[in-house]
């Protein structure tokens, strides 16, 4: 179903608070964290193991980088514990999913695996935050910009599965912003930044998923089928 663009609301997040987003390996990385960084928020940039991940953009200058040397429970814990006490605490998260073409099958589950636990150890400080004002919990994939429906564009199914974790997040936290996003591979760095920026700000929380191609905005809905 077509979506128009976004209603824009402005918020920000609270003093000494932080929005920690993860590093695709992409400009995108480089540009979302400068996006958010102009508006005054603390950013600290996640970062995959390198041996998954390999590239590592520059980031823009008093954004913060965090690397996780691999994907154990007890160290992401603990470097999420090191994020909260060093920069604040986490009161946004969003997740950039690297494209498929730059790990195997394997990796990308270990990556997907991640972004669970991450949810698991955000649980608290996202609701917490919530009470006082807006937090938020975002999923950025790069299927085709039409999940995955338009047959048109090769990509690994895998990472589908950060729609159903965001909508299930969406029903568990109630105070939390939750939305997935697909962004097509065609989209380029600053367009893909910008697009997210716009999708933050959406002040509509009934909206759970959105796609994004080169022509426009959609999401998915049902339709009764009519019988003859």
Known sequence: MPL????????????????????????TTNRLAKLLSEEGWQVVVLSFPQSIV????????GVNRVALADFSEEHLQQQLTIISETYGLIGAFIHLHPEHQVYDSKSEKSILKSVFLLA??????????????????????????????????????????????TKTLNLEWEGVFCRA???????????????????LHDPNSLIL?????SQRRVTLASQTASIA
């Open 120 to 165: 698991k150890y955000l649980k608290r400080s996202l609701n917490q935050v919530a009470q006082a004002g807006r937090s938020c919990f975002l999923t950025v994939a790069r299927l085709d910009g039409e999940f995955g429906l338009g047959a048109t564009i090769d990509f690994s199914a895998i990472s589908g599965g950060l729609f159903g974790l």
């Open 181 to 199: 996003i697909d962004l097509s591979p065609e989209l380029n760095a600053e367009a893909s930044a910008n697009l997210i920026m716009a999708e």
């Open 209 to 213: 998923e959105v796609a994004y191609n």
């Open 54 to 61: 390999m590239e590592r953009p520059p980031l823009p200058q």
């Open 4 to 27: 128009s663009v976004p209603d824009f609301w402005q918020f920000t997040l609270p003093e000494f608070h932080t929005c920690l987003l993860t590093d695709d390996g992409s400009l």
